[in-house]
């Protein structure tokens, strides 16, 4: 295992699958591991808001036998106050870990270069690896497997999209994303995600078309149009995705007893509908849940 985690890609595709399986592990017995991580403590570096990924990383550090330092945007200005090389420098002498939610991807791969301790993406502009975790340990839950399964992303080509694209290669989970032209996933994510799924087989499109998209899907998957960051862009980003809305009609469409999740927080009646996210078919509850198992399975691998 990587001393990082900073994209799905930094676990092997049995790496991912290991700590999934640990991940499930966890939370069947969640005592057997309540001292793993005794007396080690994780710096919580947030420069964007959060509610899961505060309470998940905070509640599962805990619950592992450590304990963790929140660190807001106000507190140590990261880049700002101080740079990220001298922050660095400073934590790798006083914690166990460190997890940063942060902007540009590039500030956790520079804190993961001069920190001696792993360090853990929390989410930035380009990737949110914890989520896809949660969110393919869910699937895993409730559809019981992963492999051959289809996962339409409807939306947005962001953070989160790149993130399932890179399981679902690893996985063997084929993924649509379905996106207006001009919001597309990365090329070179989109590329290093087909270069992967070669492995695996599964098949990573992108398609205009969300009907067609979710034709043949056993989860749906949908994310805010404006991500944090983007709040300027929100009214011109509504007009543009809403043909893309996930609701009653689009998910008709898909398999019979397809699933629909989301990372939220979610926008009621843009991206989602209530009748959709509030629906039997949704497991957005048990997907946030998932968060404090999942990370604690990767805090478990990489602060032991
Ligand atoms: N899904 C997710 O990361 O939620 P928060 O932004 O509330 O942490
Ligand atoms: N794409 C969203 C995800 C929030 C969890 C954002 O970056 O704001």
């Known amino acids: 295992m990587k001393k990082d985690f900073l994209t799905i890609r930094d676990m092997s595709p049995k790496e991912l699958a290991k700590t999934l399986t640990l991940a499930a592990d966890i939370k069947k017995h969640p005592k057997k591991y309540a001292t793993s991580l005794k007396g080690k403590a ?6 964007k808001p959060s509610l899961r990924t505060r309470v998940t990383f905070d509640v599962g550090i805990h619950q592992l036998g450590g304990f963790s330092v929140p660190l807001m945007p106000s507190e140590i200005s990261l880049g700002k106050r101080e740079s990220v090389h001298d922050v ?6 006083m ?62 080509g962001n953070n989160v999209a790149h993130s399932l694209m890179f399981a679902g290669a690893r996985l063997g989970v084929n993924v649509t994303v379905a996106c207006p032209e001009g919001y597309d996933p990365d090329p070179t994510a989109f590329r290093h995600a087909q270069e992967d799924a070669k492995e695996t087989g599964a098949r990573i499109e992108v398609v205009r078309d969300p ?27 509504k007009a543009i995705f809403k043909p893309y809305q996930v609701n009653a009609a689009l998910m008709s469409r898909a398999n019979k007893g397809a699933i629909f999740l989301h990372c939220l927080p979610a ?5 989602v509908t209530d009748d959709v996210i509030d629906s039997k078919a949704s497991v957005v509850f048990q997907e946030a849940e998932n968060r404090l198992h999942a990370q604690k399975a990767v805090m478990l691998q990489l602060m032991k």
């Not at 994780?42 to 420069?47: D, G, K, N, S, W």
């Not at 902007?103 to 301790?117: G, L, S, T």
């Not at 360090?119 to 990737?127: G, M, P, Q």
Request: glycine fraction near 8%; hydrophobic fraction near 40%.
């Open 95 to 156: 914690v166990q870990g460190i997890m940063i939610r942060t902007f540009a991807h590039q500030i956790v791969i520079d804190m993961a270069k001069h920190a001696r301790v792993p360090v853990i993406n929390a989410l930035t502009d380009y990737s949110h690896p914890c989520q896809a975790l949660a969110d393919f340990l869910t699937i895993k839950e409730v559809k019981g497997k992963l492999k051959g399964l289809k996962l339409t992303y409807v939306g947005d």
């Open 211 to 237: 009907m067609k998209g979710v034709e043949g899907a056993d989860a749906i998957y949908t994310d805010v149009w404006a991500s944090m960051g983007q709040e300027a862009e929100t009214e011109k980003r």
């Open 42 to 47: 994780l710096a919580m570096i947030f420069e």
């Open 267 to 271: 926008h009621r009646g843009d991206e």
């Open 88 to 93: 660095a420098k400073n934590l790798e002498r």
